[in-house]
């Protein structure tokens, strides 16, 4: 247990910290297991202390100095590390889920099976860090500094790693998986066993100089997204056959949509969904149905210190979202938890990706206020033709998938509801 005459002192702030160091120069502070929660100490220097199993959730440490402090594990969920010096810290198996580590220094830290999902790390240093079987869900890596450092069977989803310094780093068996790789410096890194799927690779930098211990897969979706702009080096060091070579012009002429959709309905309008989805593809469009019945259970917000990561089916990655809007429909929870989420990712992405399609005249004729805002605010296609005015119906399907490939800045207004398929 901590010693709650040093919790209070952490508490109370850098200066009274400073004071106690001071005058015990050889001790270091004992915080096992202590609750300090939204604590609020920037700038405080708790170098070497026994921070293990503590709840540090929202806590303000800017520029404090954690240097080879023992946090492992540690609770830290949503903390301001911001410029925090945490060299050589021992963080194995710690939740930093959603964590401000912007400018923060890492170097040799320890970070064994810890959470970093959702964590800002741009700008940061993590020289020869081990962040070996990391889960690295959308976390910004940006300008981020990691010579040397081991992402043994670390998990990238969906992370950002734009110009980040990756020189001499250990990638074997790490998975990347729609991992923004612009700008990245790989040269000199280790490879093995390494997976890259639905990854943009033609921005990385040094591939053709990057060391392979063992074979590694590269999806052909990657190979697409990358337009074939892939050293050949790098394929044939990962094991591929060289006839995969001959996927690259053709990957580099394509010019087929990788946007993905989803198709969110109620489970009632599932059939409806499957029929839409399947008319869209033949259109050139890759979407998916997300009813009711995919998703599971809604997981509830973490904010545990747990080390393990929960498969969550619920949420989905995506490009453009079609809610099918009905009487019905409008009126579930999750339906309209959908158009929230959409909204909010036109604001964050300054992209248009909600578009309504109406599956009776709720949103063709709408009259309640829910029905009415949504037609005012976004585009709807009329789908109401498809068991019965088959034509008509194909029609909007053809309208609908050409505005599905089209990005349109979310600042240029709402997509007119009128437009032809020429205009799109």
């Given at each position: ?12 702030g ?19 297991a ?22 540090l959730?929202?806590a303000?440490l ?22 925090t ?14 964590a ?9 830290a ?53 110009n ?5 780093s250990?990638?074997?068996?790490t998975?990347f998986?729609s ?15 390494s ?18 211990d ?7 979706d ?7 702009q ?6 044939l060091?990962?094991?591929l056959p ?5 996927f690259?012009?053709?990957a ?19 059939e ?19 009813s ?8 509830v917000?973490?904010?545990s ?8 089916r619920?949420?989905?990655n995506y ?9 019905a429909?409008?009126?579930v ?20 990706c ?32 498809q ?14 998938a050409?505005?599905l ?7 240029d207004?709402?997509p007119?509801?009128d ?6």
């Amino acid at each position: 247990m901590a010693n709650m005459e040093h919790v209070q002192l952490v508490k109370r702030g850098r200066d009274h910290v400073a004071r106690w160091r001071e005058a015990n120069p050889d001790d270091n502070l004992d915080l096992n297991a202590a609750y300090m929660s939204y604590v609020r100490a920037p700038q405080v220097d708790i170098s070497g202390a026994d921070i293990r199993d503590s709840d540090l959730m929202g806590a303000v440490l800017q520029r404090a100095n954690l240097s080879g402090c023992y946090m492992n594990p540690c609770h830290l969920y949503h903390a301001n590390l911001r410029e925090t010096n945490l060299t050589r810290a021992r963080l194995n198996g710690a939740n930093l889920r959603g964590a401000d580590l912007r400018g923060a220094d890492l170097s040799g830290a320890d970070l064994d099976r810890a959470v970093l999902s959702e964590a800002n790390l741009t700008g940061a240093k993590l020289v020869n860090a081990n962040l070996s079987r990391v889960s690295l869900a959308g976390t910004n890596l940006t300008d981020a500094d990691l010579t040397g450092a081991s992402f043994a069977g670390a998990s990238l989803v969906r992370a950002n790693m734009t110009n980040a310094k990756c020189t001499d780093s250990d990638f074997f068996q790490t998975q990347f998986w729609s991992v923004d790789l612009t700008g990245a410096d790989l040269t000199g890194s280790l490879f093995g066993y390494s997976v890259f799927q639905d990854c943009d690779m033609s921005g990385a930098r040094g591939l053709d100089q990057v060391r392979h211990d063992a074979p590694s897969t590269i999806g052909l979706d990657s190979l697409f997204r990358s337009h074939g702009q892939i050293p050949e080096a790098f394929l044939l060091g990962a094991g591929l056959p060289a006839a995969a070579g001959g996927f690259l012009p053709a990957a580099n002429a394509d010019t087929t949509s990788l946007r993905e959709c989803f198709i969110s309905c109620t489970d009632e309008e599932e059939e409806f969904a499957k029929v839409l989805r399947d008319d869209l593809r033949e259109q050139g469009v890759r979407c998916w149905v997300f009813s009711q019945v995919v998703r599971g259970n809604a997981l509830v917000d973490r904010h545990s210190a747990s080390d393990q990561e929960e498969i969550e089916r619920w949420l989905r990655n995506y490009d453009k979202m079609v809610i099918l809007g009905s009487a019905a429909s409008l009126e579930v929870e999750t339906i309209l938890n959908d158009i929230t989420a959409a909204k909010q990712m036109q604001l964050s992405t300054e992209t248009w990706c909600l578009y309504l399609g109406a599956t009776d005249n709720t949103l063709t004729e709408p009259k309640v206020r829910t029905a009415r805002n949504l037609v005012a605010e976004h585009v709807v296609f009329d789908l109401t033709g498809q068991s019965g005015a088959r034509d008509t119906y194909l029609k909007e399907v053809v309208r609908l998938a050409e505005a599905l490939k089209q990005d349109q800045p979310a600042s240029d207004g709402i997509p007119k509801a009128d437009i032809s398929v020429d205009q799109l």
